[in-house]
């Protein structure tokens, strides 16, 4: 049972000091299923790999049952997939051996620890009943590259068909600790067992290391019973639990949340000068089919459609009462049948690769990218420039430097309760540089609004260009 994960940030190394585990020596510890081994195949300037081999001992694993079964038990106990298909016993070994680095503490590269980097992990082997799409739909979402590689049941017999075993190889610029609690949930569920007992503690478990993504998770219904090993009344407690965590009314939040954004921005008149800024680059891009993702309640919309240049707007949002509110906006049940056919709503996540998004000449996405945490940020940035690549990119974001010129908005608060950040301008450059090398657009920066001499312009904005 292999887990392999290499990081592409130089110097590459510094993984050791992620993972607390030096790349110049073997490490082996003591399991209760068998032995884990820490070792480096690769470590180098550019690439560093870091290596976790399971040892498991099947027929020990029997004889140290109590009952009936631990007596001899029938023949699948003592010959299984165990050995060499990652499981539960996987996600063990990582909470022990890698536990500090997936509590994302790094004794001498604490920054690095909370900072996202180029990280590539590779499963040998996992099993997967549910087959590859199912892969992709729980890794997808947060924000992984995935790649598959199916296996045969037997190479002298290739008529027996594939097997349900594949090697399974993520990409991402995320958090090691991130990515460590990923594996550590989400390997259980692909193998749908569980080697140990499933009580109440394992909600605990679940809810603890799915805080920051679970419950915004397009599978977490799926995720929550197969980690649960389908036990209902933990199931239903767990996903009780999770919608607890989510305001009463989250359409209404939103509403709210943007009115009081507006009001802070209302002496600038921000909102307009912003839409004057995005219509403009697409004008000047030529650009006649054009998505808005995050649409919210229309205002871009509305823009658009008032010039007929634009021939296709497609307005996307995850908030169905956003949607109300636009389709409300633009009097869409009573616009004329050749207007009405050059708009439309859908709904939809930015978290998830979606058919409906490819092929448009442009995409704008205003004030939308700071209401992501990192984990959903880095699904967006592989849904968008991944799988949808529009030729352009219009990105809007607040610049955190102007907020002190805000004399309503207190020091060291955002502009919004949603935001998960916000960002400095460097912050913003060094952001939209590392996307344009990873998905080979080009990147320009302009300002939005009054441009003030210390700070900067209130909203930064951002133009990719295939």
């Not at 290596?51 to 020990?60: E, H, N, R, T």
Request: glycine share 6%; aromatic share 8%; charged share 25%.
């Amino acid at each position: 049972m292999l887990l392999t994960i290499t990081s592409h940030q130089t110097p590459a190394t510094d993984l050791g000091y992620l993972l607390h585990k030096n790349p110049a020596h073997v490490q082996s510890f003591d399991l209760s299923f068998g032995k884990a081994y820490v070792f480096y195949p690769e470590a180098s300037e550019e690439n560093c790999t870091a290596a976790l081999l399971l040892d498991i001992d099947p027929v020990g694993l029997v004889r140290r049952r109590r009952g009936p079964s631990g007596e001899g038990g029938t023949l699948d106990q003592y010959v299984n997939d165990r050995p060499y298909a990652a499981s539960s016993f996987m996600s063990v070994a990582i909470a022990q051996v890698f536990g500090t680095a997936m509590g994302g503490k790094s004794r001498d590269r604490q920054q690095l620890a909370e900072t996202p980097i180029p990280l590539t992990a590779k499963i040998a082997v996992l099993p997967c009943k549910a087959g590859v799409e199912f892969i992709s739909k729980l890794f997808e979402p947060l924000g992984y590259e995935v790649q598959t590689q199916g296996h045969i049941l037997d190479g002298h017999f290739p008529e027996w068909g594939e097997s349900r075993y594949y090697t399974v190889k993520l990409k991402a610029r995320v958090r090691l600790q991130d990515l460590l609690t990923h594996l550590y949930v989400l390997i259980p569920v692909l193998d749908a067992d569980k080697h140990y007992w499933i009580g109440d503690d394992e909600v605990e478990k679940l809810l603890r290391h799915g805080e920051d993504w679970l419950a915004t998770h397009p599978e977490k219904e799926v995720i929550v019973r197969r980690y649960l090993k389908h036990r209902h009344h933990l199931a239903r407690e767990a996903l009780n639990r999770l919608a607890d965590e989510d305001e009463s009314d989250p359409d209404r939040a939103v509403v709210t949340h943007a009115q009081e954004e507006l009001a802070i921005e209302k002496p600038l008149k921000l909102w307009e000068q912003r839409l004057g800024a995005v219509v403009s680059v697409l004008k000047a891009s030529e650009a006649r089919r054009i998505l808005d993702l995050g649409c919210g309640e229309g205002r871009l919309l509305a823009a658009l459609l008032e010039d007929r240049h634009f021939s296709e707007i497609v307005g996307m949002d995850v908030s169905f009462r956003s949607l109300e509110i636009a389709s409300d906006r633009l009097h869409l049940d009573r616009l004329p049948p050749a207007q009405q056919q050059r708009i439309r709503l859908i709904h939809g996540s930015l978290m998830y690769k979606d058919k409906r998004l490819s092929g448009f000449d442009a995409a704008c996405v205003v004030e939308v990218i700071e209401h992501l945490d990192p984990p959903r940020l880095a699904a967006f940035e592989l849904v968008l420039f991944g799988h949808a690549r529009p030729k352009q990119v219009v990105i809007t974001t607040p610049n955190a430097e102007y907020n002190v010129r805000f004399e309503t908005l207190p020091a060291g608060q955002f502009r919004h309760k949603d935001h998960r950040f916000e960002w400095t301008r460097q912050q913003f450059q060094n952001w939209a540089e590392g996307i344009a090398a990873r998905f080979g657009y080009t990147a320009r920066f302009l300002p939005v609004g009054p441009e003030d001499a210390e700070v900067g312009p209130p909203t930064q904005m951002g133009v990719f260009t295939l």
